[in-house]
């Protein structure tokens, strides 16, 4: 493994090139390494991770729910494999009852929000992969880069950070066993709400996300993404890659099925007990579930810092903000993060008199972080918010919630440019 030549937390960045350290080597630090490499050829980038370089991440099953803009900069980065997702035509939600049913807004029936990407003008809403099936060709594309570019990309795998912290002079000192200084730290490192460190906005909705796959009948719709707002919480379905056995295709969705902990009794269902209950929670349309799988609960609570930036180091994904995943646009988020801050970076450097050494990094880096910080804040708070009243009205049991739930999925559903407006967010985040 190529190693940086060392560098001495007292030395000038004066006419040196960018140096650039990542924290974490998942989906948003993985994509910001390979973003900063392609568009930033000057900077020095390391890559930091706990995880030792040879351990394989391919078979890791945890499902990734990606939408259109963070497929399309993952096409654009070349590590997108369109063989191991499936893509999402439709989106569908509804309200399990009780809920409206008024045929003032054109049908007796459940109200029901129905995106489609034929609707929008797109081939797909986003697609469904697992995590190792991202993060492999990812890690895999990062190493063969810092191959080809041994003097200015480096990767520490097996090397878990244990600090960060700011020098006087500008710059960061990140220490992985060998304390280096660096002009910018990322930290991209993510983890589960329950496992973090509590940020500066925090909320424990006290519920539970039991996941897992379940199969589905062959004449299920193909490619649909199902919402269902129950009673207890959000149930969703999201669709994956058929999985061929002995030659016999089975169709296969991801599970999310929200409960409160203080009515959790999933536990103590057996898998037949669960598929039942599912069976009754979702809407007809989904078909008859064939089986399930063991399902493995997290707890949900929304843990956010106020800014991305703190000095000379930032926070992107995860690492910024965990949150319910009702909307399902956590990772989503990250990989907006990752792009807004290498293109502000890029920005700054342009601007700076062209060439490729600098004396004044610092004001540079500056700049490009007041820019990140101003141009996510729309994206980042209206997601955030929006997450944590939907997430927060399942624990409310007004009596005519469920109405109104159902009056304002109707009204969307009535209203083409509003839902024209939703849905383009949900596909790129808002912009």
């Keep these: 493994m190529p190693k940086p030549n060392p560098v001495s937390v007292n030395s000038s960045p004066t006419s040196t090139p960018l140096s650039l350290a990542i924290v974490g080597a998942g989906p948003a630090g993985l994509a910001l390494a390979l973003l900063a490499a392609q568009l930033l050829p000057q900077a020095r980038i390391s890559l930091f991770d706990a995880r030792p370089l040879d351990r394989d991440v391919s078979g890791d099953p945890r499902t990734l729910a990606l939408a259109l803009g963070s497929v399309q900069l993952l096409q654009r980065l070349g590590v997108w494999d369109a063989a191991h997702a499936q893509a999402i035509a439709q989106v569908r ?74 020098l006087a002079d500008a710059g960061v000192e990140v220490d992985a066993g060998i304390a280096e200084r660096f002009d910018l730290a990322v930290v991209a490192e993510g983890g589960v709400f329950s496992d973090q460190a509590r940020k500066a906005i925090t909320h424990d909705y006290q519920q539970n996300a039991w996941v897992g796959t379940v199969t589905l009948a062959d004449d299920s719709p193909a490619g649909v993404a199902y919402e269902r707002f ?15 056995t002995n030659g016999q295709s089975q169709r ?70 965990t949150l319910h995943p009702v909307a399902g646009q956590g990772l989503n988020l990250g990989l907006r993060d990752a ?69 304002a999925l109707a009204a969307l559903q009535a209203l083409p440019p509003l839902k024209r407006t939703v849905a383009r967010s949900m596909m790129f985040g808002r912009r």
């Excluded at 697609?127 to 200015?152: F, N």
């Excluded at 009673?231 to 061929?244: M, Q």
Aim: proline fraction near 7%; charged fraction near 15%; charge should be positive.
């Design 93 to 166: 939600v509804s309200q399990a009852p009780p809920t409206l049913q008024h045929p003032v807004f054109g049908s007796s029936q459940e109200p029901e929000v129905l995106i489609s990407a034929a609707e929008q003008g797109v081939a797909q809403l986003g697609a469904v992969l697992s995590y190792g099936q991202l993060v492999a060709p990812m890690q895999a594309a990062w190493q063969a880069r810092v191959e080809r570019e041994p003097q200015r990309l480096f990767s520490h795998f097996g090397a878990p950070v244990q600090g960060i912290k700011p």
């Design 230 to 244: 129950t009673r207890n919480g959000p149930l969703a379905l999201l669709p994956l890659k058929p999985l061929t």
């Design 252 to 321: 296969r969705a991801a599970l999310v099925w929200c409960m409160p902990k203080s009515e959790d009794e999933v536990a103590g269902l057996s898998d037949a007990q669960r598929l039942l209950v599912i069976q009754h929670l979702l809407p007809a349309s989904v078909g008859q579930l064939q089986a399930i799988s063991p399902l493995k609960c997290f707890a949900l609570g929304l843990n956010a810092e106020r800014t991305l930036v703190d000095g000379c180091t930032v926070r992107i994904g995860n690492a910024a903000q």
């Design 339 to 407: 792009y807004a801050l290498v293109e502000a970076l890029r920005s700054a450097t342009n601007s700076s008199s062209g060439d490729s050494q600098t004396s004044n990094w610092a004001s540079l880096v500056q700049t490009a972080l007041r820019q990140v910080e101003w141009n996510r804040a729309p994206d980042r708070w209206t997601t955030i918010a929006a997450t944590d009243f939907l997430a927060k009205t399942f624990a409310w049991r007004w009596p005519g919630l469920p109405l109104a739930r159902g009056l």
